[in-house]
């Protein structure tokens, strides 16, 4: 008896990005990352059909739900509620018949591809067989460059694929292909872009953010958490620092002169949170640094402050304007969050000016009356950390 159709997601992956030596490591972890993202649902099982993997959707699964899933899985090019029966075409012409009865179109094409040459029929001959018959049931017709409905059919030699329609995945690579990086998280709009854009390249990451408790409210870390959740959608499990930094700056203000205060707690908070990430394996940190967005910006100051931390730092949003980020923060989701008002750490304890313009030098001789070692240690020891995880458990 034949095999009756099985609903679920075919899912296409960047190929390029997943070539060569690297692929079946590629490949686990985006497997990995898929079934992560979709355990609290009814699916399975994922199979790894040649290039391509197919997600079997259970009975109670919503299409709508496993696509707001799958549209936050990296390294997924694009994806198609689909189902998936044996290579017989009239087989596969009566089904598609019935798939489109409820369907409304006026015009249609069939865009057949077949993955191995050895099936019978030219990729050509496909679509003419179904075409006639999907025109003759629905009398509707033949469009190849705007139709209102594309019936694809990928063409296996053991199964075909049909499906109406094609979305777009979020691309980049699956998180954890990249390593461990460790992202300074401020409640602002900058910061969680850059975390998503380094998730997007394959990185795990892991957060510090830096409140002024007891001077300032929770906002800051409450912010911070819920930023944290937003991101966890696309790694699936994140940890989180929280460091007390208020009575480290009231050290820094006593002791350093109010033009190049912020330099100094910059420079504070990357050692502290190299400490952290040198402990979470991280290989790098992670800024939402903009050149010349703000006065600690320029490039003078971004070089400066980068001297205090011996990890690489990555600022993937250097080059971007406040519209881009702002507009990507949207897309995340992360941007409601980000506007809330709090009172982020460094913008207490604020003298007026600024220094643009500042050396390494100079920064340094101002940091002489700190006892650099004890304000890391007094922002380590109290740090605490959260974990959080996507689908929550
Ligand atoms: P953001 O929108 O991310 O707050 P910003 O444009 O406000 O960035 P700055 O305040 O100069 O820029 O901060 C530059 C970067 O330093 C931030 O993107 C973030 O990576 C880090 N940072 C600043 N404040 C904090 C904080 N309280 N905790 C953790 N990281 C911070
Ligand atoms: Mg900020």
Not at 146 to 152: E, F, G, K, Q, R
Not at 198 to 227: N, W, Y
Request: aromatic share 8%; with cysteine.
């Amino acid at each position: 008896m034949a095999r009756p159709p099985v609903k679920g997601a075919l899912i296409h992956y960047h190929e390029i990005a997943l070539k060569g030596k690297n692929r079946g490591f590629f490949l686990k972890q985006l497997e990995a990352n898929l079934q992560l993202a979709t355990s609290d649902l009814d699916c399975g099982p994922l199979r790894r059909p040649a290039g391509r993997l197919f997600l079997t959707m259970g009975e109670e699964t919503s299409w709508e739900a496993l696509r707001q899933r799958l549209s936050r899985v990296f390294g997924i090019a694009n994806f198609s509620p689909a189902f998936t029966m044996a290579p017989n075409l009239e087989m596969l012409a009566k089904q598609i018949e019935e798939e489109i009865s409820g369907r409304s179109f006026r015009s249609f094409r069939v865009a057949a591809r077949r993955a191995f040459k050895t099936f019978p029929q030219t990729s050509q001959e496909i679509n003419e067989m179904i075409g006639a018959r999907v025109k003759h049931i629905s009398g509707a017709s033949v469009d190849l460059t705007n139709p209102d409905l594309t019936i694809y059919i990928e063409l296996l030699p053991a199964e075909a694929f049909v499906y109406f329609e094609k979305l777009s995945g979020p691309g980049g690579l699956p998180v954890g292909t990249s390593g461990t990086v460790a992202c300074l998280l401020s409640g602002g709009i900058d910061s969680p872009v850059a975390a998503y854009r380094m998730m997007r390249r394959g990185c795990r990451v892991v957060f510090v953010h830096f409140h002024s408790q007891p001077f300032a409210d929770r906002t800051s870390q409450e912010k911070a958490i819920e930023l944290v959740r937003l991101l966890t959608r696309y790694q699936f499990a994140s940890r989180l620092y929280l460091v007390p930094f208020g009575e480290i700056q009231q050290e820094v203000v006593s002791r350093v002169t109010g033009r190049l205060r912020v330099l100094v707690y910059r420079r504070l908070m990357l050692r502290i949170a190299e400490q952290i990430g040198i402990k979470e394996g991280a290989q790098a940190l992670v800024t939402g640094e903009s050149l010349g967005q703000v006065s600690s910006q320029t490039i003078e100051n971004i070089a400066t402050i980068e001297q205090a931390s011996t990890l690489l730092i990555l600022r993937p949003l250097i080059g971007m304007d406040k519209d881009e980020i702002t507009l990507q923060a949207q897309q995340i989701g992360c941007y409601d969050v980000s506007i809330i008002p709090d009172q982020d750490c460094c913008s207490m304890f604020l003298p007026r000016q600024v220094a643009t313009r500042t050396t390494h030098h100079e920064v340094e001789f101002a940091e002489r009356p700190l006892d650099l070692e004890r304000l890391v240690a007094q922002g380590l020891s109290p740090a605490h950390s959260l974990e959080l995880s996507f689908p929550g458990r």
